[in-house]
């Protein structure tokens, strides 16, 4: 198989074109049997496997609960229908090959059969195609052109299907078929709304599943499926930047506002801006996409304490709704539909073309950092009876409140042996972080038996010049792709940070959470992070999870795997992520979590990744798309294990 599909102008292209189509039905035939259910085969799996993998440490994960005042009943929600979107290869209503070709011309040919990244390599090493796979295989940008591959490998793997190479030596023979896993069938590389509006309508007539990938970071799957048809953004790169704004309809004027097409990816972003003297409110990661899943299901970053989430910004989307047609939404038109795509989440209720936004006038970007080697332990480490790792924590818990309420963003890694913290605050002031720091920096620089290896303060002139720090080896904490990555997390509010007694449960349940992920094969580390919009209280303009507005950590506990471990120590793994965060669950009952960095096994998904907005959302979700057309998983009106 290659990528193909270009515009077939001629008859014999045309032909080929249909040729082409024809194998493929009849290969996507053979594979719709093992592509299906892909996350119900894991669903089946994990629970029979996992506990009994877990053993004694999943009853002290029950135990937490029952010693807690726990509430966090699941509430009962409105039921949606079963999907309409079910049509799969083999099945009679699968579309011709005709069809296709037909569909292919009238979107000039943007029409592509999915081919897995890592094919090449499937017929040996050697050739110069596999070479060019193998060396950016850990590459998050690589990974992110390619419709065939996702950042993580759960997603491009169904089952025992895939198509993986080695993901600690990518170089190294590869057996086996390599199969589509959960990609989609065939995806179109949409360059603009009309691209959007011909797929959704074909999608629609057909009763095909529909997918929306981005750059293919999600958590969760939710941008691709096996089956399914793809509208895939990545080309989208218009950028713009306005003086002055007007939403359409609206009396508001606002100043520099940035327009991005849905394919933008961050530093794709902050470079173009930086250049006006702006600054966008991106996250940590430069690969991430800006207007798909961070823009539109919440976005934090180090700018975040001090101007908001990303969607905090949002001033005007253009989409394309389920029906096909282009609306440009805003408060004054749609306003329920900009509501629920500010913070309701991506890929479930329009696909959005391009987002405008609030910039920021540059200032530079004031760092504390530091990082520490921990004395070693006398015996076994216990990380719940470490007494660096609480005091620590502690101290770091005791600052957290001022931090947060002076605009500081904080990304601190704690891990079985060291911690990496940055403080950081966007400031002309260059010198206000040293006094608002100044106790945390020398608790720490006097705290004894740490091996220091940094406690410096950095001015940054330019975004550009932060993210460069970040990427240092010491430093860089985020971004390993190429593997399988399981995410966690929960929203910590404001009170766990007020008394002592609080914030010693808070601490008691990092610790314990650590201990659990370090003794059941996680990576043993807690991962907070103080990048919300704390000095944004008011949640009335998006659909975000309520929880976000009163948070002042947002806590990920995760664990990797790569394409050579076992499945049942994969299932293990899994289960320890999910397990990991109940100390906080018990600590925040009814509370809830970022819905983009969470664990995809969730449960009780729509209190914990919408809260109290739910109902509303999923009122807006089925009067701009009725008949469901968008249903990813765990997506408000998801309509269940039917994947
Ligand atoms: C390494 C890494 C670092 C991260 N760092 C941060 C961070 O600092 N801050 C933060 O807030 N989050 C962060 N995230 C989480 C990130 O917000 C999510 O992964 C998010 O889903 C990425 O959006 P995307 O559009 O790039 O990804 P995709 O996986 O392509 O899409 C995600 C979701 O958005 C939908 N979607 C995509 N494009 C569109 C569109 N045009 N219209 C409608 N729906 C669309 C998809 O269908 C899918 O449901 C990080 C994730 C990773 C893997």
Redesign the pocket.
């Known amino acids: 198989m290659a990528t193909r599909g270009h515009g077939a102008q001629s008859s014999e292209k045309s032909a080929y074109i249909e040729d082409l189509f024809e194998r493929e039905h009849r290969i996507y035939t053979r594979m719709a049997q093992i592509a299906h259910s892909c996350k119900l085969l894991w669903k089946i799996i994990v629970p029979t496997v996992g506990l009994l993998a877990l053993g004694g440490h999943f009853f002290s994960t029950i135990s937490w609960r029952s010693h807690t005042p726990v509430s966090d009943i699941p509430i009962i929600y409105s039921q949606v229908n079963a999907s309409n979107y079910t049509c799969v290869p083999g099945q009679d209503c699968w579309p011709f090959s005709s069809d296709w070709s037909q569909f292919n011309q009238s979107i000039h040919g943007s029409l592509r059969s999915t081919t897995p990244w890592a094919i090449p390599c499937y017929n040996g090493n050697s050739s110069d195609s596999c070479h060019k796979v193998a060396t950016s295989y850990g590459d998050?940008i690589a990974r992110?052109s390619q419709y065939g591959a996702?950042?993580?490998l759960d997603w491009e793997t169904c089952g025992q299907a895939n198509c993986l190479l080695d993901s600690l030596k990518p170089s190294s023979p590869v057996s086996g078929d390599c199969s589509l896993g959960r990609l989609s069938t065939y995806h179109v590389e949409a360059r603009n709304a009309k691209d959007i509006s011909a797929t959704l309508d074909f999608a629609r007539q057909r009763g095909i599943r529909l997918?929306?990938?981005?750059?293919?970071?999600?958590?969760?799957g939710?941008?691709n499926s096996a089956n399914s048809l793809a509208?895939w953004?990545h080309n989208?790169k218009e950028t713009k930047y306005h003086k002055t704004f007007q939403p359409q309809g609206c009396r508001t004027n606002y100043e520099n506002i940035g327009e991005i097409g849905?394919g933008i990816?961050a530093q794709e972003a902050w470079t173009f801006f930086e250049r006006l003297g702006m600054l966008v409110t991106?996250?940590?990661?430069s690969?991430?996409?800006?207007?798909?899943?961070?823009?539109?299901?919440?976005?934090?970053?180090p700018l975040g304490p001090k101007y908001g989430?990303?969607v905090d910004q949002a001033v005007e989307f253009d989409?394309v709704t389920a029906d096909g047609k282009l609306h440009t939404i805003n408060e004054c038109t749609d306003a329920d539909l900009f509501w629920a795509m500010r913070g309701g989440?991506?890929?479930?209720?329009?696909?959005?073309?391009s987002y405008k936004f609030q910039l920021h006038p540059a200032v530079p970007i004031n760092v504390y950092s530091f990082r520490a080697d921990f004395p070693k332990p006398k015996g076994p480490l216990d990380i719940t009876q470490s007494k660096v790792h609480r005091d620590i924590l502690t101290a770091l818990a005791n600052n957290q409140t001022q931090f947060a309420d002076h605009g500081l963003a904080g990304y601190n890694f704690v891990l079985k042996d060291h911690i990496v913290s940055l403080q950081i605050l966007p400031s002309d002031d260059v010198e206000a972080i040293k006094g608002i720091t100044a106790q945390w920096r020398n608790f720490l620089d006097d705290y004894p038996g740490l091996d220091i290896g940094e406690s410096k303060y950095y001015s940054f002139k330019t975004f550009s010049e932060w993210h460069d720090f970040t990427e240092t080896p010491a430093i860089s904490r985020?971004?390993p792709?190429g593997l399988g990555?399981m995410v966690a997390g929960r929203l910590i509010p404001r009170e766990l940070f007020s008394t002592n007694d609080n914030v010693g449960q808070l601490v008691d349940a990092v610790l314990t959470a650590m201990q659990f992920s370090y003794t059941n094969k996680g990576l043993g580390s807690a991962q907070l992070?103080a990048?919300g919009p704390s000095n944004q209280r008011d949640n009335s303009k998006t659909g975000l999870n309520p929880a976000w507005r009163d948070t002042l950590w947002h806590i990920v506990m995760g664990a990797a795997w790569t394409s050579t471990t076992p499945p049942n120590v994969r299932t293990q793994i899994q289960n320890t992520v999910s397990a990991s965060v109940q100390p906080f669950k018990a600590l925040t009952p009814g509370g809830g979590c970022?819905m983009?960095?969470a664990d995809w096994q969730e449960e009780n998904w729509q209190q914990t990744f919408f809260g109290e907005n739910y109902d509303r959302l999923l009122a807006v979700k089925k009067r701009y798309d009725p008949t469901g057309l968008f249903n990813?998983w765990k997506?408000v009106g998801w309509t269940g294990y039917d994947e």
Do not use: W
């Not at 997918?211 to 969760?220: F, R, V």
């Not at 989440?345 to 073309?353: D, I």
């Open positions: 998050p992110t996702m950042e993580f997918s929306i990938k981005n750059t293919g970071h999600d958590y969760l939710r941008s509208i953004t989208m849905a990816q991106v996250g940590a990661v690969s991430v996409g800006l207007a798909g899943g961070y823009g539109q299901g919440g976005g934090h970053g989430l990303m989409v989440g991506g890929g479930n209720y329009a696909v959005l073309t985020n971004g792709v990555i992070y990048t970022y983009n960095e990813c997506c």
